[in-house]
């Protein structure tokens, strides 16, 4: 029997519109009148009367399941209930779009989108995985993103508890094409990797912009996931990193034993891969000074050399947006034909002959003057080595060894060459300097004392210094670093973010112990932070973090917020915040 209108009221929630229709249930936005928030309902559909021994129990798997886990990155459950029989689940209701539905929009995805995208849904399995759910259904209409890029997992329809019997062996369930080896051939032991199977599928569609098993029906689709490797995704994306390829590849390995062990191992390298792309895409290069000179600058340039200036005309409006890329063109036309007025006038000046004077006293003879230094030169810096980035009068120039600089006006003029791991040198031009129309320096290696570093933990941490991860995902770490180096040591799983210096004598760091964090609030449609860190709606129950001081703070959409507070955490004891 199918659901052929929308109801005014299911249980205690007013009915406000059908959102949507899934293979077990219809969505529906609706109100809470008792807590006056909106809310999405889904209610199974009545076709699973026919299959009530099996589908029921699957329908309440789904709330219990979900509504265990308390993650930032997973839909939020507040109820599950029977309305004349048929039971549905109240949840958060989200505004934003599926996955599924941004990779046809037309507007692109990025890769550092699409590596944050999967890289926030690994967070959240490995989440759920810890707590004894595996997904079974990963695939792009079950992620949602919300406007502000916050990922939520949907949808845990099929979910299995590691402790539940409700499976029948050899069960397929969720959607042929993105189901891992185990699952299509009806394995009893399907856990947490095939979720990241069904994740390296949905990572590798991101990338291709085609799934890497495709039959013409499902069972040919599931003979291709059984025995054949995913097309090379070297072929159907040419130039991603070859470290991203290779995630992907260990992703979609055949035996699970091959894959990433769990999904936090995949989320931690595909964060590496968007660092260090980020590292490897330098910004533009700065340009020469004269280059953005503006009509004003070039006019006291003029004037320093005591010439009549040339007229310059008022920036005028600018122009239409669509032809904003020409902006930076007329700048650079301004600035050069600018100083082709000042070059001009000066040559004109000194190849124009001189006047003819007086014959001079026998006795008396004129001194040549020094002669000048150019008004604008471009000065050639090289350095030994190479590399050197060069400052000038103050400003960083983004330009590396070898390279050219322009200077205006009459000198002295400063300049610092630097270079990690060289020492750095200040000098000072001269105009004799700027004659010779090139500069060169020897960089003094810098004396740098390297100390051991150990690091120890009970849970695998990061190790990062400034921006950049120095050391991976793991447990112990044993480093030689140099003296006076600051390091961050982070677990995001635990809210672990420690400071530490390395000191004249090393470091040895111990990482907290773990303990236990429970947040309880009246405010259900808020959000709880602790620290920096938003981890979604309450109540938070029992979450392991490390041993250490937080500050827990309510944050609500209307801006009125309770007042948070600090709590001490103690290693293997449970701490509960109570803010009412």
């Not at 009893?188 to 495709?214: C, H, N, W």
């Not at 610092?416 to 000098?427: E, H, M, N, P, W």
Request: hydrophobic fraction near 40%; charge should be neutral; include cysteine.
């Amino acid at each position: 029997m199918a659901i052929t209108s929308n109801p005014e009221k299911i249980g205690r929630y007013q009915i406000l519109e059908r959102v949507g229709k899934g293979g077990m249930g219809v969505l529906y936005r609706g109100i809470d009148p008792v807590l006056d928030r909106e809310v999405a309902i889904k209610l199974m559909l009545m076709d699973f009367s026919e299959d009530t021994e099996q589908m029921r129990p699957r329908f309440y798997r789904e709330a219990q399941a979900a509504a265990k886990l308390q993650h930032s990155n997973i839909v939020t459950i507040f109820e599950f209930a029977e309305d004349h029989n048929t039971p549905y689940i109240v949840m958060e209701f989200l505004r934003g779009s599926s996955l599924a539905q941004r990779m046809t929009s037309p507007l692109p995805l990025t890769l550092d989108d699409k590596l944050n995208i999967v890289a926030q849904l690994c967070g959240a399995l490995h989440y759920a995985h810890g707590q004894g759910v595996v997904h079974r259904d990963i695939k792009p209409a079950n992620i949602f993103i919300m406007p502000d890029g916050t990922v939520k997992l949907l949808d845990f329809g099929v979910a299995k508890l590691t402790s539940s019997t409700l499976t029948r062996q050899g069960d397929v369930l969720g959607s042929a094409s993105y189901m891992s080896p185990e699952q299509v051939g009806g394995s009893e032991t399907v856990d947490g990797r095939s979720d990241i199977f069904s994740v390296g599928v949905m990572l590798y569609e991101l990338l291709a912009g085609r799934k890497p098993f495709v039959g013409e029906g499902p069972t040919a689709t599931i003979v291709k996931i059984l025995r054949e490797d995913a097309p090379s995704l070297n072929q159907a994306a040419p130039g991603l990193p070859p470290q991203l390829v290779a995630a992907v590849d260990k992703a979609l390995a055949k035996n699970p034993e091959q894959r990433f062990q769990t999904a936090g191992d995949l989320s931690r390298e595909l964060q590496w891969i968007r660092r260090s792309i980020d590292l490897a895409t330098p910004g533009a290069p700065g340009l020469e000074e004269t280059r953005f000179a503006s009509p004003t600058q070039m006019y006291e340039l003029q004037k320093q050399l005591d010439l009549p200036p040339a007229p310059i005309a008022e920036p005028s409006a600018p122009p239409a947006a669509k032809n904003k890329w020409l902006i930076p063109v007329a700048i650079g036309a301004v600035a050069a034909i600018g100083l082709a007025a000042v070059f001009g006038v000066t040559m004109m000046k000194r190849n124009a002959p001189a006047p003819v004077e007086a014959a001079a006293p026998a006795a008396v003879t004129a001194k040549p003057a020094e002669p000048a230094a150019p008004a604008v030169v471009a000065l050639q810096v090289d350095s030994v080595p190479d590399g050197a980035l060069l400052v000038v009068n103050g400003r960083n120039t983004n330009l590396r060894t070898p390279a050219s600089v322009t200077l205006g006006g009459p000198g002295p003029h400063s300049l610092r060459l630097s270079k990690a791991g060289f020492v750095t040198q200040d000098v000072t031009l001269t105009d004799a300097d700027l004659r010779k129309g090139t500069a060169s320096y020897t960089l003094a290696v810098a004396e740098i004392t390297r100390v051991p570093v150990a690091i120890r933990s009970a849970y695998p941490v990061d190790v990062w210094s400034g921006s950049q991860t120095i050391s991976r995902s793991k447990a112990n770490h044993q480093l030689n670093l140099p003296t006076g180096t600051r390091l961050r040591i982070t677990a995001g799983e635990y809210l672990l973010n420690d400071s530490v210096t390395v000191s004249a004598k090393g470091l040895e760091y111990s990482a907290p112990a773990l303990g236990r964090l429970t947040v309880l609030t009246k405010f259900e449609t808020c959000n709880v932070k602790v620290g920096d860190r938003v981890l979604g709606f309450p109540p938070i129950s029992r979450m392991q973090v490390a041993a250490g001081q937080y500050r827990v703070d309510i944050v609500c959409a209307g801006g009125t917020n309770p007042p948070g507070q600090s709590v001490t955490v103690a290693p293997n004891e449970n701490a509960t915040v109570r803010i009412y």
